[in-house]
């Protein structure tokens, strides 16, 4: 037993001379007096020694076990003085640092929708902001959707409070609100986030982008369906390249008559038919028409004095088919493989 204190005397009062840094010291020091360390395993093998020797093994033991602390502390303080020494000599060159630090840039999203205003600024096409939390009246009403009308069914809306303020479910509400002000003529649009109590999926967003523009003069200064047939085609041609094209079809919205969506060519099969316009060569991007006589009334413009277009397309929708991009989410959420991607 003797023997064997000894012996951990000697290697570790070696090893505790020779180390060189703290992470060493703590190395060693788990080693002599952790759980299962050196020290701790002698000392389990206290209980079989015969009673003659443990007198003299005690002490000694004690006395080895306090020399081994005391020259690791020892050490510990001829380390750091040490190391203290160094900083205090040692001459610092500042060099820039090596991470190199990355660019920012616009959001796919705002790209795209520069992209678009710049378009329709060349128009003439003033931009305007309507608010997100929005009246009723705005919203609805003036759109001939009064209160109770099925065709409320059509927009899942997120109510502020029942039957009176809401979260715009359609940039729409800022072209009612510019008839109100009845200054006339209006060549005017807006693109901003709208929302929607929908169930989120691949497709659908509680929130999302519209583009919209309105247009109104006076009845005979020519704003007829041929507007809204050249300003679709052009709004086609400018994202997608000279050969998109833009196809009618009715369809009803109640602000409108006649109401018409627009379709577009589909961009991958060029009217073939693929699996990303379900075979049909087309896909719908915007819901548009002449403005319905009944919104001019409640917005306080005579229906036969004045005439105008309106219509609305989804950004987003067209920026994931132009891009490949499978999922709606992505636009809202901050991952950064997207981000950097695009
Ligand atoms: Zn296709």
């Not at 002698?42 to 009673?51: R, V």
């Not at 929302?195 to 691949?202: H, K, S």
């Not at 548009?288 to 989804?314: C, E, Q, R």
Request: net charge neutral; glycine share 8%; aromatic share 12%.
């Amino acid at each position: 037993m003797e023997e064997k204190i000894r012996q951990i005397q000697e290697e570790y009062s070696d090893k505790i001379k020779n180390a060189s840094s703290l992470k060493e010291l703590d190395k060693l020091f788990l080693a002599l007096f952790g759980k299962n360390g050196a020290i701790d395993s002698l000392s389990k093998e206290f209980p079989s020694l015969p009673a003659s020797e443990k007198h003299t093994i005690g002490p000694l033991f004690n006395k080895v076990k306090q020399e081994l602390e005391k020259a690791i502390a020892s050490k510990r303080e001829a380390v750091r003085e040490e190391s203290y020494q160094k900083l205090e000599s040692e001459e610092f060159t500042l060099q820039p640092s090596r991470l190199q630090a990355r660019k920012g840039h616009l959001h796919l999203a705002t790209q795209f929708k520069q992209e678009i205003i710049t378009l329709f600024e060349k128009l003439g096409f003033s931009q305007f902001d309507a608010p997100h939390i929005e009246l009723d009246k705005y919203n609805f009403e003036y759109l001939n959707i009064p209160a109770d009308h099925p065709s409320r069914d059509m927009w899942d809306t997120l109510w502020v409070e029942p039957g009176k303020l809401l979260l715009r479910t359609h940039t729409s509400n800022f072209w009612s609100r510019i008839m109100e002000k009845g200054k006339t003529p209006i060549r005017a649009m807006s693109f901003d986030r709208c929302f929607r109590y929908e169930a989120v999926d691949v497709r659908h967003s509680h929130t999302f982008n519209q583009f919209e523009i309105a247009v109104v003069g006076k009845m005979g200064e020519e704003i007829t369906m041929a507007n809204l047939r050249y300003l679709s085609d052009y709004l086609l041609k400018g994202l997608l390249g000279k050969e998109a094209k833009s196809r009618f079809r009715p369809k009803y919205y109640p602000f409108v008559e006649p109401g018409v969506g627009i379709d577009c060519l589909c961009v991958f099969c060029h009217g073939k038919g693929c699996k990303i316009c379900s075979g049909t060569g087309w896909f719908e991007v915007a819901g548009s028409g002449m403005i319905h006589p009944n919104v001019f009334k409640a917005t306080g413009l005579d229906p036969k004095k004045y005439t105008g277009l309106a219509w609305g397309f989804g950004p987003d929708r067209m920026l994931m088919l132009k891009h490949g991009i499978e999922d709606i989410r992505f636009f809202l959420e901050g991952d950064l493989d997207f981000l950097q991607k695009y």
